[in-house]
Each structure stands twice: as structure tokens, then as C-alpha cells.
């Protein structure tokens, strides 16, 4: 069964830092691993999709990084800003289009 | 082009009630999955439909139903409510039944009483 793992659970910065969200999991044969972000009370956003044969993706400001081998992704975040503030989820795709999620981590940008 | 759309946004039932949930795909989108997300936790997968037929359960019990569209949009039932069934209820969507990138809607807040 897969089990995937977000450290640390909640993350509090001043705005401008670089900053790495961390994503583990037990069971390497996934799809697809996606990284989104979840205002309060609000939806999932899709940040990054990492398919199973890449390494990593980038968007802006965000770069998420997969190495399977390792049971790791982690996503990075340049500049770091008010507006990043939300929970931050990773998501493994196995088989039938099933998300098996971590619990979050809670980004807190202080101006 | 629109993005995943759910209805209703809140609602509040009491014990023992029935409840529908609806989601309208993305457009060109022919698979959708449901998700229940109690507060502080991670979404967990309920189950997802492809071209009308399940396609995938998670560990929930029968009363949690579903249904899909020749248009694609999807219901989500659930009979005999329970205090726990309280949670953000999310639908999502793709373009394919395997490993392609998922599209969340806005949720549907259950509260029962």
C-alpha cells in the first residue's frame, strides 16, 4: 500500500527566501506524480505534473524534482512571496487515475 | 474553455439523510474521480468513472455511489449519512484514464448534523 509522507507539516518564512517542500513515498511504481497547492476552504490547483520517465519540471518560480529509485520529489519555490501562502499537497497517480496524497504542508509567507 | 465545475458549494444535512453532489468535467475531459477530504487531511480517492462505467474504487462502502453522463459530468451519492461524512468533497477530471495530469473543481462543503 502506498504511503506517501510531506515534511515538514507546516513551513513559516520571510518573504524573498528559496524554500523546499518535501514529498516521500513507499512504493516507486507510480505514474505520475503532481504537486498542488489548496487555499483555505478552496479546491486543488495543479502546480506541476512530473511524468514517471521525467526528472523534473519547472513553472515560473517552481521547480518540482522526482527520483523514484529514492521513494522522493521535492518542490522548490524561487523568491518566495506572500501570495505562495496556501497548503501544499503532492499527489502519486497509480493506475486508474488514483491521487494518493500526502497530508500537506502549510506554507506560511511573512512580508 | 472551462475548468471543473461542482455544485452545491455548501450544505448541511442532518444523520440518516441522502445527499447528491454534481460535477461538470473540463471540457474534452472523458474520465472523473472523486475525492473526500476531511479537515487537516490529505483527499482520499472515493472512486472514478470512465465513458459512464466505475473504474476504480477506493476503501469506502456501497452507500457512497456514483454515476456518469454521456456528457461526462458525474454524480456523487451518498445514502444514510453519517456525523463522518463530513468533509470537502472534490471532483476531478481528465483527459485520459491513465497517468494524465488531474483538474480539481472547487468542492462541495458537507456538513451533517
Known amino acids: 500500500k502506498q504511503e506517501v509522507t510531506q515534511i515538514p507539516a507546516a513551513l513559516s518564512v520571510p518573504e524573498g527566501e528559496n524554500l523546499v517542500l518535501n514529498c516521500s513515498f513507499t512504493?516507486?511504481?507510480?505514474?505520475?506524480l503532481q504537486w498542488f497547492r489548496q487555499d483555505p476552504g478552496k479546491g486543488l490547483t495543479s502546480l506541476l505534473l512530473i511524468q514517471s520517465s521525467q526528472r523534473e519540471q519547472t513553472s515560473g518560480r517552481l521547480n518540482a524534482s522526482l527520483d523514484k529509485s529514492s521513494g522522493r520529489s521535492t518542490l522548490y519555490i524561487a523568491a518566495s512571496q506572500p501570495g505562495d501562502s496556501a497548503t501544499y499537497l503532492c499527489?502519486?497517480?497509480?493506475?486508474?487515475?488514483?491521487?494518493?496524497f500526502g497530508q500537506g504542508t502549510r506554507l506560511t509567507i511573512n512580508p | 474553455e472551462t475548468g471543473v465545475t461542482q455544485s452545491p458549494t455548501h450544505l448541511i444535512k442532518t444523520r440518516g439523510q441522502q445527499v447528491t453532489l454534481r460535477c461538470s468535467s473540463q471540457?474534452?475531459?472523458?474520465?472523473v474521480s472523486w475525492y473526500q477530504q476531511a479537515l487537516g487531511q490529505g483527499p482520499q480517492f472515493i472512486f472514478q468513472?470512465?465513458?459512464?462505467?466505475?473504474?476504480g474504487r477506493g476503501n469506502f462502502p456501497p452507500r457512497f455511489s456514483g454515476l456518469q453522463f454521456p456528457n461526462y459530468s458525474s454524480e456523487l451519492n451518498v445514502n444514510a449519512l453519517e456525523l463522518d461524512d463530513s468533509a470537502l468533497y472534490l471532483c476531478?477530471?481528465?483527459?485520459?484514464?491513465?497517468?494524465?495530469?488531474?483538474?480539481f473543481g472547487e468542492g462541495s462543503r458537507l456538513t451533517v448534523l
Open positions: 499527489g502519486l497517480i497509480q493506475g486508474a487515475q488514483k491521487l494518493v
Open positions: 471540457s474534452g475531459h472523458n474520465t
Open positions: 476531478a477530471s481528465s483527459f485520459s484514464r491513465t497517468g494524465g495530469e488531474l483538474f
Open positions: 468513472y470512465y465513458r459512464e462505467e466505475e473504474n
Open positions: 512504493d516507486s511504481a507510480i505514474y505520475n
